[in-house]
C-alpha cells in the first residue's frame, strides 16, 4: 500500500487500526527522501536510524494501548530552530552549524509525547530571516512543484518536505508570515495559532513578540490535530497563556452557515497578481455558497504594516542574536588578536549577509537619538494595527486575504533586491503585529502550475473559527501534491483533486 498519499490522521487511523505499522510508514517515507532530496533539498539533518528506532518504541506503546492519540506513529518534520535534544539545531546558520542542545523545545516534547516519529530538522533561511528559504548556509532549498522555483520561507524547508512526501507534516515558525507564505507557495496547509497559544521555549529566538510555532499540513485536520497536541500553557515562556479551548478537532465541522468574512478591499488591489485574486474569489464563493457571507471593507493602515515590522523584528533580532559571540555557542573565528576582535570575526564570518543586515538596521532603530523616530513609532504603529484588527473583528468572524502577493518566484530573483521582497510580506506580518491566528489554505494553481493560498485571519484565539472555515472548504477538495499530479503525467496539475 503507498502510504504517503495519506494525510498524517488518516495514516495515524492506518496505524492504530493494526493495517500497517508506524515503521512501514518510516520505511516508505526514507524511500522517498532518497529519491527526492538530492533535487529538493528539503531537510539539513535526517536521523534515519533514530526514527527506526523510535517508530518501533512507538509502535509497541500503540500496541500496549498506551499511545491512543491520531498522531502516534506518524513521521514528522522539524523546522531547525526548534531545539531538540542529541539532535543538531543549525537555525541554516554558519554561526550554529554544530550546535547539538542539551535539551528540547516545550512543543516538540508535546508532539513527543503524542507518538510521533522525527525524521529530522529541515531547512531554513538563515534564523528565519527571509521569504525564500535561500538565504540558508546549506544552500536553498527547492519548491516540488517546480524546482526553479523556491518554496517561500524562512519555514521553506518544512514546507517542502510536506509537499514532496518527505514527510507527513512538519513544524515551522512564523515571525512575519514564515509558516503562511512557504505553505501557500508549496500548496500545503499552514497555521500560525495566536500569540502565546504554543510555548516559545526551545524555539530559537529571532523577535520574541511576533514569534510563534505552529503546523505545516497535508490539510486543516492535520493542522487540527497538531495544534492540539503542541499547544500548552508552559511556565517556561512567559508569554504562554492558559487555554482551555484547546480541543482543535473539535472544530472540524463542516458548517460555515451565517460565518461573516470581510474582505479588506486595499488587500485586493493592483500590487495583487491577477491570478491569485482569481483563485481567492472563487474559494470565497465556495465558501458563500456553503452559507458564509463575504463582504468587502476597509481595513487602514494596511501600507505601515511591512515597515512596522522590520523595524520591530530586527530591532528584537539585535538582541536575541547578541548572544552568538563565539564563545557560548557555536562557530568561532579560527583566528583573532583578543576578546574584541575575536567577537568581530566570530559574528562577521558566522553570519550571512541578510542577518547582518538585520542586525544593523536592529541596533541603528534602537541607538539613541533614532529610538524614538524609529523603535518607538513602530510600536505605536503596532498598537494602531491591533486595534484596526480588533474593530474590524467586532462585525467578522474571519478576514480573507492573500497568503502573498504573487506565487513562488524563480530561485535567485528575491535576494537581488531585498526591500522588494520585503514587500512581499505586506499580508502577512498584520497578524504577528497584532498576535492574532492565521491559516493559509491552497485554493488552486496559477498558469505555471505553480500553488495559490488563500489566508484567512481570525480574532485572537478564535483557531476554532479558521479551522471550521478551512475544512468546510476543503470538503470538497481532497490534498493533492505534485508527486500525485506529476504520477499522472498529462493531467492538468492542481493543489486539490
Ligand atoms: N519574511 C519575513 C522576514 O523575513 C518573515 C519571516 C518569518 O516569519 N520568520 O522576516
Known amino acids: 500500500m503507498n502510504l504517503l498519499n495519506l494525510t498524517a490522521v488518516e495514516l495515524g487511523k492506518k496505524i492504530r487500526a493494526g493495517e500497517v505499522t508506524s515503521m512501514d510508514a518510516v520505511r516508505q517515507v526514507f524511500e522517498r527522501i532518497k529519491a527526492r532530496e538530492s533535487s529538493v533539498h528539503a531537510y539539513v539533518t535526517l536521523d534515519e536510524e533514530g526514527a527506526f528506532r523510535r517508530a518501533e518504541q512507538v509502535q509497541r506503546q500503540i500496541e500496549a494501548g498506551e499511545l491512543t492519540g491520531p498522531l502516534a506513529g506518524v513521521p514528522a518534520a522539524l523546522k531547525d530552530n526548534l531545539c531538540t535534544r542529541g539532535m543538531r ?4 546558520s554558519r554561526i550554529l552549524e554544530n550546535f547539538v542542545p542539551f535539551y528540547t523545545a516545550e512543543a ?3 508532539l513527543e509525547a503524542a507518538g510521533a516519529v522525527i525524521l529530522g530538522k529541515t531547512n531554513m533561511d538563515e534564523f528565519a530571516m527571509g521569504s525564500t528559504t535561500e538565504t540558508s548556509a546549506f544552500g536553498a532549498t527547492r519548491n516540488p512543484w517546480n524546482l526553479e522555483h523556491v518554496p517561500g520561507g524562512s519555514s521553506g524547508g518544512s514546507c517542502a518536505a510536506v509537499a514532496a512526501g518527505e514527510c507527513f507534516y512538519a513544524l515551522g515558525s512564523d515571525t512575519g508570515g514564515s509558516i503562511r507564505q512557504p505553505s501557500a507557495f508549496c500548496g500545503v496547509t499552514g497555521l500560525k495559532p495566536t500569540y502565546g497559544t504554543v510555548s516559545r521555549y526551545g524555539l530559537v529566538a529571532y523577535g520574541s513578540s511576533l514569534d510563534q510555532i505552529g503546523p505545516v499540513a497535508k490539510d486543516v485536520a492535520d493542522c487540527a490535530a497538531v495544534l492540539e497536541a503542541i499547544a500548552s500553557y508552559d511556565r517556561k515562556d512567559s508569554t504562554s497563556i492558559k487555554r482551555e479551548d484547546t480541543d482543535f478537532t473539535g472544530a472540524l465541522i463542516d458548517d460555515v452557515r451565517g460565518m461573516r468574512i470581510g474582505v479588506p478591499a486595499d488587500y485586493f488591489g493592483d500590487g495583487l497578481n491577477k491570478e491569485v485574486k482569481a483563485a481567492i474569489f472563487a474559494a470565497l464563493e465556495v465558501l458563500q455558497a456553503k452559507g458564509a457571507v463575504v463582504e468587502e471593507f476597509d481595513l487602514p493602515l494596511m501600507k505601515y504594516a511591512v515597515p512596522a515590522y522590520y523595524i520591530i523584528a530586527s530591532a528584537e533580532a539585535s538582541s536575541n542574536l547578541a548572544r552568538f559571540d563565539g564563545v557560548k555557542y557555536g562557530f568561532r ?7 574584541h576582535d575575536m567577537y568581530k570575526k566570530s559574528r562577521s564570518q558566522g553570519f550571512g549577509p541578510e542577518v547582518k543586515r538585520r542586525l544593523m538596521l536592529g541596533s541603528f532603530v534602537l541607538s539613541s537619538g533614532y529610538y524614538d523616530a524609529y523603535y518607538q513609532k513602530a510600536l ?9 484588527f480588533e474593530q474590524a473583528f467586532a462585525r467578522y468572524d474571519l478576514i480573507a486575504a492573500p497568503a502573498a502577493p504573487f506565487t513562488a518566484p524563480k530561485l535567485g530573483e528575491s535576494l537581488k533586491d531585498p526591500l522588494q521582497m520585503y514587500l512581499g510580506d505586506v499580508y502577512t506580518v498584520s497578524a504577528n503585529l497584532a498576535g492574532l ?7 488552486g494553481v496559477d498558469s505555471e502550475g505553480l500553488p495559490i493560498g488563500m489566508q484567512l485571519i481570525g480574532g485572537h484565539f478564535q483557531e476554532k473559527k479558521l479551522l471550521r472555515a478551512g475544512f468546510s472548504y476543503q470538503q470538497s477538495r481532497r490534498y493533492q501534491g505534485p508527486e500525485a499530479s506529476a504520477d499522472e503525467a498529462g493531467k492538468e496539475r492542481s493543489a486539490y483533486e
Not at 89 to 92: F, K, R
Not at 380 to 388: D, N, Q, R, S
Open 89 to 92: 539545531t543549525s537555525c541554516g
Open 380 to 388: 505605536k504603529t503596532k498598537a494602531l494595527i491591533k486595534e484596526a
Open 437 to 443: 491566528p492565521a491559516l493559509s489554505v491552497p485554493c
Open 108 to 110: 516538540v516534547c508535546r
Open 333 to 339: 573565528a579560527k583566528e583573532y588578536d583578543g576578546l
